[in-house]
């Protein structure tokens, strides 16, 4: 079974279902109001879990009732969750999520105790993978990467400035279409691979410029895309971490963020490698 340690957030989503996204300004009523586990760290931690690896989760929650239901699927799933550490006076991380009938969403976060997550508090285990996310310090992620000596995944998710030694570092960087254009050029700093995503499009993993794998996935009922993309980040890091082949794994990669999008809330969607593996067969892919 392969190892993964995930440096990350964890974040308690509040979610409301809307008929209709709010344009700026607007105001939108009749939605209905659900709260369910998130953040991208915890989202890719227990998507590698239910993906088939061992999987540690290093991060901060507040001492708080949020923390507790933020964290319960984590500690139901088996995610070792020794290193979370508890912060006093601040509060678990909260996402606002507005979801329209697609499943296309909108979400604010208010990081609370995720900006605490210092690398000088963390003890980085040996793992074959890490992969982190930017809703955790920037400088943590560098120094984590720096420290540790498996293969490095960064989801490059929000869009925001790093250090060019992240770039450099990793072995896999992750981003959608937005985030690409956000990077730009800056991208070219990476000798790993990098797979952009495009939704319901597919996604592409490239290495220097040259095209490695072009995968479309397959078709699915959306009802909400939030943590398709850490499902996707978290399956293509294990697929090639188990050795599979860049088409193989963008293919299963995809697969699984597609099966993401079945269910409403960000970790109640996250498939098994059981239901991955069935939606691929099923689509033929
Ligand atoms: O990637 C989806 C996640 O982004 C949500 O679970 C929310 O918590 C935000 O962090």
């Given at each position: 079974m392969s190892s993964i340690v995930v440096i990350g957030s964890v974040n308690l989503d509040?979610?409301?279902?809307?008929?209709?996204?709010?344009?700026?300004?607007?105001?939108?009523?009749?939605?209905?109001?659900?709260?369910?586990?998130?953040?991208?760290?915890?989202?890719?931690?227990?998507?590698?879990?239910?993906?088939?690896?061992?999987?540690?989760?290093?991060?901060?929650?507040?001492?708080?009732?949020?923390?507790?239901?933020?964290?319960?699927?984590?500690r139901e799933g088996g995610v070792d969750l020794s290193e979370v550490r508890v912060e006093a006076d601040i509060s678990t991380?909260?996402?606002?999520?507005?979801?329209?009938?697609?499943?296309?969403?909108?979400?604010?976060?208010?990081?609370?105790?995720?900006?605490?997550?210092?690398?000088?508090?963390?003890?980085?285990?040996d793992a074959e993978?890490?992969?982190?996310?930017?809703?955790?310090?920037?400088?943590?992620?560098?120094?984590?990467?720096?420290?540790?000596?498996?293969?490095?995944?960064?989801?490059?998710a929000p869009a925001q400035h790093v250090d060019v030694s992240v770039l450099q570092r990793a072995d896999l960087i992750i981003v959608n279409e937005t985030e690409?254009?956000?990077?730009?050029?800056?991208?070219?700093?990476?000798?790993?691979?990098?797979?952009t995503t495009f939704g319901a499009a597919g996604a592409v993993l490239t290495?220097?410029?040259?095209?490695?794998?072009?995968?479309?996935?397959?078709?699915v009922d959306a009802i909400d895309t939030t943590a398709a993309g850490d499902t996707f980040t978290a399956a293509l890091a294990l697929a090639l971490v188990e050795g599979q082949q860049p088409e193989s794994a963008l293919r299963f990669a995809c697969a699984a963020g597609a099966?993401?999008?079945?269910?409403?809330g960000a970790q109640p969607s996250l498939p098994t490698r059981q239901e991955v593996l069935r939606l691929m067969e099923d689509a033929a892919i």
């Open positions: 509040l979610v409301a279902t809307v008929k209709k996204l709010p344009a700026p300004g607007e105001t939108v009523t009749d939605a209905e109001l659900n709260r369910f586990p998130g953040g991208k760290g915890a989202n890719q931690a227990l998507a590698a879990k239910r993906l088939g690896a061992e999987v540690q989760l290093l991060a901060c929650v507040g001492d708080d009732s949020a923390a507790d239901e933020a964290l319960a699927l984590l991380g909260t996402a606002l999520i507005a979801v329209d009938p697609s499943g296309e969403n909108h979400i604010v976060v208010a990081p609370g105790a995720n900006k605490k997550l210092a690398t000088d508090l963390l003890r980085i285990p993978a890490m992969i982190c996310q930017l809703e955790v310090p920037t400088d943590t992620v560098a120094r984590a990467g720096a420290e540790f000596g498996g293969f490095f995944c960064v989801n490059l690409a254009a956000w990077y730009g050029e800056s991208l070219d700093a990476c000798s790993g691979m990098i797979a290495r220097n410029g040259e095209d490695l794998a072009r995968v479309k996935p397959p078709r099966a993401a999008t079945r269910t409403l």
